[in-house]
């Protein structure tokens, strides 16, 4: 049988969402494909190759034609056959890397771009490469949506939308640790109440909004704290936050943690407090594990989550409506129990790994 290769790009060195799709797809795909990812450091290399998956490093933060030249080595080397690049700059520097040998390029839109509002520079590169690309997937409907709106030249037939989804063949292998020997190592009382937050720390995560309504309820939850997993540019700020409302005791940096799972089991409630998304792959992981979510008004989010039924999302993203929706579930263990196992199934059904991998398969199969 003869095999092709994927290249995967990504421009960033730590594992989040779309570096998580990247892992997702790779230790999926069958054995008519052999994935090959570069990425921009060592740690991010290092969880790669864990997988098993043969992985080189190039920063294209930035564009650099030196690092552009290591990707053309890659595709050259390794013989690639299909590029799938990650965002943005990634996709552009797969372009250039295969374009002398008319390598097809698969251009992934993981968020709603916000610069795209304004006519800025990296607008205008994106514009002038995207036709080029073979196709461009949108991680959901709303970003799609988003993107076909803000570029008005692009040929809207080569952009299409795939719902993010959840690797249950990785989940199902993995080694979790106990939920209250993991509380004990990480200093939480084993009967205290744990909101969490895994993701980064960045703005346009609005943890802050998530800090102030706990602030509210701290008193009518006193057996509650706050998980916070992640970093970002935001986490002094945050943490600054937590010391102005003098709640240091009830609030936990927990920082940037591979073992997200583990930190996952021991959540009560998983809190996604953003101020945009497309579907973030931490929201199929609680509701996988049957945490209840509660969510603002995101776009990802409004068609993934059926109100009180498989998750909670706000009507809008005030201090008021969050701090509300947190009492609820704290209040009544028996509404977020049902609301966990409903989305259990749902996510079972409707974004499991195996429906993902089929549709990516068929769309590397056509070019």
């Not at 594990?289 to 969510?295: A, E, F, G, R, Y």
Request: contains cysteine; hydrophobic residues 40%; charged residues 30%.
């Amino acid at each position: 049988m003869k095999t092709r290769k994927v290249l995967h790009l990504v421009a960033t060195n730590k594992l989040s969402g779309a570096e998580k799709v990247v892992s997702d797809i790779c230790t999926n795909l069958d054995e008519r494909y052999v994935p090959v990812v570069i990425c921009a450091g060592d740690p991010l290399k290092a969880y790669y190759e864990e997988k098993g998956i043969k992985t080189y490093t190039a920063d294209l933060s930035k564009l650099k034609p030196s690092e552009i030249s290591k990707v053309k080595n890659v595709v050259e080397n390794e013989k690639i056959d299909i590029i799938h690049g990650h965002d943005v700059k990634a996709s552009i520097a797969g372009y250039l890397a295969g374009k002398k040998h008319g390598i097809p390029v698969i251009s992934h839109i993981h968020v709603t771009y916000l610069w795209m509002n304004s006519m800025g520079p990296l607008k205008i590169i994106d514009r002038y490469f995207r036709n080029k690309y073979s196709l461009s997937i949108a991680c959901s409907e709303i970003v799609q949506d988003f993107y076909l709106e803000h570029n008005k030249s692009v040929d809207k037939n080569k952009v299409i939308f795939m719902d993010n989804c959840f690797n249950f063949n990785e989940f199902e292998k993995a080694d979790i640790a106990d939920k209250d020997e993991f509380k004990a190592k990480i200093n939480i009382d084993k009967d205290k109440y744990v909101f969490g937050f895994l993701g980064r720390l960045l703005k346009l995560k609005g943890a802050d909004l998530m800090i102030e309504a706990f602030n509210e309820i701290k008193e009518k939850a006193k057996d509650s704290v706050l998980l916070i997993v992640g970093d970002g540019e935001e986490r002094q700020t945050l943490e600054n936050m937590v010391k102005e409302y003098k709640i240091e005791d009830r609030v936990i940096f927990a920082g940037y943690q591979k073992n997200a799972y583990d930190y996952m089991n021991v959540f009560d409630t998983f809190i996604l407090p953003s101020v945009r998304e497309g579907l973030p792959i931490a929201v199929l992981e609680a509701m996988a594990m049957k945490k209840p979510v509660i969510s603002t008004p995101v776009a990802g989010l409004k068609k993934l989550i059926k109100p009180d039924y498989n998750g909670v999302i706000l009507k809008q993203r005030t201090k008021e409506e969050l701090s509300e929706a947190m009492l609820k579930l704290y209040s009544n263990r028996q509404l977020a129990a049902d609301i966990a196992d409903n989305a259990y199934k749902y996510i079972n059904d409707k974004y499991n790994i195996k429906t993902y991998i089929k549709k990516i398969q068929e769309i590397y199969d056509n070019l």
